[in-house]
Structure formats: C-alpha cells, structure tokens
C-alpha cells in the first residue's frame, strides 16, 4: 500500500513570497490533515477535510493560509505572503474515515519550508 | 481544549537500559491516547494507541504504555532500549470517541548510545 506523499520535500523561498504544497493520501482515505511543524515542537494541526468538506479550520491563519480538496483526494496549502515565523515542516496526513476512534492517521514525510 | 505535556526534552540512554518517557495531558472527559515515534529521516508513525479497555497497552517493537486515569498520564516503557530506538517521540490525544484534532505534546528526543 503506497503511503502519503507529498511534494516538494524542501523549498526555501523570501518572505513575502507565495508557496505551495502538495499531498495526495493514501487511496480511499476520505479524511486528510494538514499539520505545521515548528522546530522543537510537536505537530499542530491546521485543518482537516472530510472528502472535499472542511470539518476543521480554526488553527488556520486565513489571513495569509488557505487550503483546498476540492475533488475529495488530493490536496493543495498556500500560504500567501509567507512570513519568517512561517518556516516549519507541513505535514499531511490521512485516514479512513472521521469520528471512527479506532483509525489511525497517517503521515506522510512533510515538507520543510525555510524562509528567509 | 485539550493539552498534551512531555517532561523530557532529550534523554540519553545506554543500549540494555530501561526507558520510561512521561506524558501527562489536560481534558476533562474521555480521551484516546497516542504515541508516535519518528525515526531519524523517516515519517511519523504510530507506535501505540489507547481507546478504551485494558489501560496497559503494547505496541510495536517492545513498547508498552499505561494509561492512569487519576493521573492523566499515559507514560511509554520499553524495558531494555535498543540503538535503533533512537527517535523522537510523541504522546498525543483526541477526545474520546473521534481520532480527529490530534493534539500533540513537544516531543521527547531518545539518544541510544551503543
């Protein structure tokens, strides 16, 4: 079974500068997570899709973040104009279906963003 | 909301040793409990999880956790720490009934020494 992937694995970009990340999950997972990451912390998550519904966004700073599903499996976070305290590694993860306690999410291998 | 804390930051052990890394979380209904382990270079993954039942859960590659409901701790053991052990380690929590809203503690890095 393929895992999550996600790309591009590293990117450096200047502040103000837009970037773009990319994650597609692992096949008929129906719930997909986005996660920061900042140095020395644990994952915070930013929002979370249910299909092509967003059942979580209140971690997500709308001003500058934005994220789509919008055919229900793969998945696109923008963040538009980045910020210094914006780098971190993003993860995506997936699982089978929300609100069913027993499934695992699954992560992907995320995508360390630096800006300068 | 939910809050997951991790005493450890980094911990150095010898090969043979007994690990114990604590983790205690704030909620006040019933919870799910987590632990991830990330390998230098590779993903998250799940190491054990606990859902309800037998408060002493076993996992993969020897670990074991307990969840003490009075103590709001869900502490992960190994009893003897191998050099491929080394990783950093993650103890996080759902409210109960859903796997959604992971909310994770800071991590503990492990130093396995050979």
């Known amino acids: 079974e393929a895992g999550v992937a996600q790309s591009p694995r590293y990117k450096i970009i200047e502040k103000r500068q837009s970037v773009a990340f990319w994650c597609n999950p692992i096949?008929?997972?129906?719930?997909l997570y986005w996660y920061q990451q900042i140095l020395g912390q644990g994952p915070k998550l930013l929002i979370q899709?249910?299909?092509?519904?967003?059942?979580?966004d209140s971690q997500l700073p709308k001003d500058r973040f934005s994220a789509e599903r919008l055919k229900g499996v793969d998945s696109t976070l923008k963040i538009q104009p980045a910020k210094l305290e914006d780098s971190a590694v993003y993860l995506c993860?997936?699982?089978?279906?929300?609100?069913?306690?027993?499934?695992?999410?699954?992560f992907g291998p995320g995508t360390r963003l630096t800006v300068t | 909301a939910q809050s997951v804390s991790q005493h450890n930051h980094h911990v150095i052990l010898s090969e043979a040793a007994s690990l114990e890394l604590g983790c205690n979380y704030s909620?006040?209904?019933?919870?799910?409990l987590f632990w991830y382990v990330q390998y230098p270079g590779q993903h998250l993954q799940l190491l054990l999880k606990?859902?309800?039942?037998?408060?002493l859960v076993k996992g993969i590659k020897g670990f074991e956790a307990e969840f003490i409901k009075s103590k709001f701790s869900f502490n992960l053991r190994k009893p003897s720490v191998q050099w491929s052990d080394t990783a950093e380690y993650f103890c996080?929590?759902?409210?109960?009934?859903?796997?959604?809203?992971?909310?994770f503690g800071k991590g503990t890095l492990l130093t396995v020494n050979p």
């Open positions: 993860a997936s699982s089978l279906i929300l609100g069913q306690g027993t499934n695992e999410q699954y």
């Open positions: 096949s008929g997972h129906a719930t």
């Open positions: 899709f249910q299909n092509n519904g967003v059942v979580d």
């Open positions: 909620y006040g209904g019933t919870v799910n």
């Open positions: 606990y859902f309800s039942g037998d408060p």
């Open positions: 996080a929590v759902t409210p109960g009934g859903s796997n959604y809203k992971l909310t």
